[in-house]
């Protein structure tokens, strides 16, 4: 299969969807790989190591889209890459369709064969090539939300540790999945108190046992939420409902009971975020101010730590892509349900049950497209 590795063109974007590693082993299968010149400069990759694997190197993306059979790419195409898309290509990245209407109605309208990295589900509800993410956006969560406190960016004063003699900074954490529990963590590791809401009372459990009980687990209904986040410094948004736009569980109202210069991290915003006030940010400009309150909704956090998170996601994606391009699209989502269920376009038509609830589209049968 033709492969091609555009460069990522998402504001300060830095990952690269595949590695020399990954090239090596897809011509190994095979395969002809070809990526755009200095995609992998952001990651500390030149294009000598990538020739070095065994890729050809192409200056313009426009010729690494318009040969290739499979596009991997990091984050989801934007605008200005729309026009690549065609009917025939099989594109495997992240989508995250039910917050993106234009998006799938350009590969709905295209017919492309899409696959979300995010959708890809094991039978045990696991989110394979969503979690290495997840877990740097957690880490990162509480690591921007402590900058986001500094007094002089407009943030109230409180550090995260305390001091002796005084308070420890109050940090709730919404969802206690991957993001969840990774920011919990980081947070805690600073000092702080940190609560985490949820409503899977089995996962509320594993944290306990995780985290030997340095990290409080609450119930999250709206008024457990609505009590929590009133006095909180930092709050850190990371629910998902797989596949689906993020239920909005903070009011603009719960954000002005909280003190001024308090800090909220939505770290689920890419599926649309779990705060009413939540807006999509960039990393030039990632914060913005709601009635005195800093929000943070940057929808790509681990492209800042882009070596870390390009191999933490090319360990995870290389399997699948390697899969994908041995057995083509069909055969490889007919071998695993898993790949299955990542199938979110395909032929002008959409598979992703979450999306369709989401963008009112009628969603078409997985099933019977394999059969
Ligand atoms: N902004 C960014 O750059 C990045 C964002 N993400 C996003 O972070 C979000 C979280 O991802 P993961 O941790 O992997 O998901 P996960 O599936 O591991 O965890 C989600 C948690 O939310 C909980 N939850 C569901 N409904 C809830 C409710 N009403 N109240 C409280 N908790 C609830 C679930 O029980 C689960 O424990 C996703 O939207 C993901 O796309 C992930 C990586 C990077
Ligand atoms: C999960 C995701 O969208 C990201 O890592 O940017």
Redesign the pocket.
């Known amino acids: 299969m033709r492969i091609g590795v555009p460069t990522e063109v998402k504001d300060h974007e830095y990952r690269v969807a595949l590695t020399p590693a990954g090239v090596d082993t897809l011509v190994r299968h095979g395969h002809e790989v070809t990526v755009q010149a200095g995609a992998g400069l952001g990651a500390g990759i030149t294009d000598a190591d990538y020739l070095d694997a065994g890729a050809d190197i192409a200056a313009e993306a426009a010729s690494v889209w318009g040969d290739a059979e499979m596009i991997l790419k990091v984050k989801e195409p934007v605008p200005a890459e729309f026009g690549y898309l065609r009917e025939g290509l099989l594109l495997f990245t992240y989508l ?1 369709l039910a917050a993106d209407r234009a998006l799938t109605e350009a590969l709905l309208a295209k017919r492309v064969t899409a696959v979300a990295y ?1 959708t890809v589900a094991t039978d045990d509800g696991g ?1 394979p090539l ?2 290495p ?2 877990e ?3 880490r990162l969560g509480a690591q921007v939300g402590a900058d986001a406190l500094l007094a002089p960016g407009g943030g109230s004063g409180v550090l995260l540790g305390g001091a002796a003699g005084v308070r420890r900074g109050n940090v709730v954490v ?9 920011a919990a963590r980081v947070a805690a590791g600073m000092g702080a108190d940190v609560t985490v ?4 009372p089995v ?1 509320m459990r594993q944290i306990d046992e995780l985290t030997g009980g340095t990290v409080r687990t609450r119930f ?1 209904t709206p008024l457990d ?1 609505a009590g929590a986040v009133a006095d909180a410094d930092l709050v850190i948004g ?5 596949g689906s736009r ?2 909005r ?1 903070i009011t603009h109202a719960m954000v002005q009971a909280m003190r001024p210069g308090s800090v909220l991290v ?6 649309g975020g779990c705060f009413e006030d939540s807006h999509v940010t960039t990393h030039s400009e990632p914060t913005y101010e709601v009635d005195g309150k800093i929000f943070y ?7 800042a730590v882009s070596y870390t998170s390009t191999y933490a996601l090319t360990n995870a994606t290389l399997p699948y892509a390697v899969a994908l391009a041995d057995n083509g699209w069909r055969d490889a989502c007919r071998q695993r349900s898993d790949l299955a269920r990542g199938l979110a376009t395909h032929a002008g038509a959409l598979y992703t049950d979450g999306v369709g609830q989401a963008l009112d589209l009628d969603v078409a049968d997985v099933v019977t497209l394999l059969a």
């Open positions: 995250h995010e989110l969503l979690a993410m997840s740097i956006a957690g919404l969802g206690g999945g991957t993001a969840g529990l990774a809401m949820d409503v899977n996962r999250s939420v990371a629910v998902l409902v797989p993020t239920p569980l939505d770290i689920a915003i890419d599926q909704a940057v929808g790509n956090m681990p492209g």
